[in-house]
């Protein structure tokens, strides 16, 4: 008779149940976890939305940063109230842009009238000067394939300028904001550092500091540099016999703020105004636009960067390009000082505070 295997004992019905997974599925657990995500959602959408309105506000920093230098200087060297001087540096500063369009207007418009008329003279002297030296069918056929773009690009100028010229009540949102911002600086910056924890409070203010030291440095090398290239550019034009230099003088320093691209497209109309005189004129403007760009970025531009922040330039190119396509016309203009405040930021707050890494942050002595 054969002996049947005893059976498997059974194991406890505590350890059968200790054996089986449990459930890992958590209704309470997915539905914060779709919350937090919408609410993410929502921020987002609304930061997208409101890109022009935070454009806005830094402008009006900035703008505020401009008169509070000024009501600054007239206290420590007059003795001036704060509220007098502020008045004072407003109306100056009014009264410094009403003058200029007053003087230089009608006679920019006039010169901005002559480029717009002499442009077709302009291209036909290209062709004609490309067609001496067998070059001509080859210029067409890359005119025709970057027409596309070139039309696009007008296209979004003519939307930048328009965007530009209606923009009176957004002008009159800034500097009043401006004006409220450096009439009492303090209870905005002490409003700004109550939002951060009591532990980061201190790297709050250093940051502040450091900010409006970088932006005050740029506002003063950067005026200089404009009033600089403006000059050089009108009076190189003029010995030249360029039409209309002073207009194009004007269009060059007031384009010296966005950097890289602005001298590159300053220099645009400037040479094919130059082709209506002749080609060797032509030559000698691209000679001159060059040399100016050398004296700019070897000599002003350091001196910018050492008032201000030693911006790595490729960062600045980078940065003029992305405020572009975030922010439209309004970006480009904002993209240099915004780059200096977002700069020392990341310097001060994530390297040195965060990552605990000993650096000089740009802009200190």
Same mark, same amino acid.
């Given at each position: 008779m054969t002996d049947k295997p005893a059976p498997t004992p059974k194991p406890p019905a505590k350890s059968r149940a200790k054996a089986e997974p449990a459930s890992t599925f958590q209704p309470g657990r997915v539905a914060a976890a779709v919350l937090i995500l919408l609410a993410i959602g929502a921020v987002a959408w609304v930061a997208v939305s409101l890109t022009r309105f935070f454009m806005l506000v830094f402008a009006a920093i900035v703008l505020g940063a401009i008169f509070n230098a000024i009501t600054s200087w007239l206290c420590a060297r007059t003795g001036m109230k704060r509220?007098? =001087?502020? =008045?004072?540096?407003?109306?100056?500063?009014?009264?410094?842009?009403? +003058?200029?369009?007053?003087?230089?207007?009608?006679?920019? =418009?006039?010169?901005?009238?002559?480029?717009? @008329?002499?442009?077709?003279?302009?291209? @036909?002297?290209?062709?004609?000067?490309?067609?001496?030296? +067998?070059?001509?069918e080859r210029g067409r056929e890359l005119a025709e394939v970057g027409s596309d773009d070139i039309s696009r690009i007008v296209q979004q100028a003519g939307g930048y300028a328009l965007a530009a010229g209606s923009g009176i009540a957004d002008f009159v949102l800034v500097l009043v904001a401006a004006i409220f911002l450096a009439g009492d600086p303090a209870t905005y910056r002490r409003g700004l550092v109550l939002l951060v924890p009591a532990k980061a409070e201190e790297t709050a203010e250093l940051a502040l500091d450091d900010a409006a030291r970088g932006l005050k440095g740029w506002m003063v090398g950067q005026g200089? /540099? /404009?009033?600089?290239?403006?000059?050089?550019?009108? =009076? +190189?034009?003029?010995?030249? $016999?360029?039409?209309?230099?002073?207009?194009? +003088?004007?269009?060059?320093?007031?384009?010296?703020?966005?950097?890289?691209? $602005?001298?590159?497209?300053?220099?645009?109309?400037?040479?094919?105004?130059?082709?209506t005189v002749s080609p060797m004129t032509a030559l000698w403007t691209i000679l001159l636009f060059l040399a100016i760009q050398q004296l700019q970025g070897n000599f002003l531009q350091p001196m910018i960067q050492k008032q201000a922040v030693d911006v790595p330039p490729a960062v600045l190119l980078f940065a003029v390009v992305a405020a572009g396509i975030l922010f439209g016309f309004l970006g480009v203009l904002l993209a240099a000082p915004l780059t200096v405040v977002v700069y020392v930021m990341v310097q001060r707050v994530y390297v040195k505070t965060l990552l605990g890494k000993d650096i000089k942050v740009a802009g200190r002595d």
């Open positions: 509220p007098f =001087a502020l =008045a004072l540096s407003v109306a100056g500063i009014v009264a410094l842009f009403v +003058g200029v369009f007053a003087l230089f207007g009608s006679q920019l =418009a006039r010169e901005i009238d002559t480029i717009r @008329a002499q442009i077709p003279a302009a291209l @036909a002297g290209v062709e004609a000067f490309l067609n001496r030296y +067998g070059l001509g200089v /540099s /404009s009033l600089v290239v403006a000059a050089l550019t009108w =009076a +190189g034009l003029a010995a030249l $016999g360029v039409p209309a230099a002073g207009g194009l +003088g004007l269009i060059a320093g007031l384009l010296d703020i966005i950097p890289m691209i $602005g001298p590159i497209i300053a220099g645009v109309p400037a040479v094919l105004l130059a082709f």
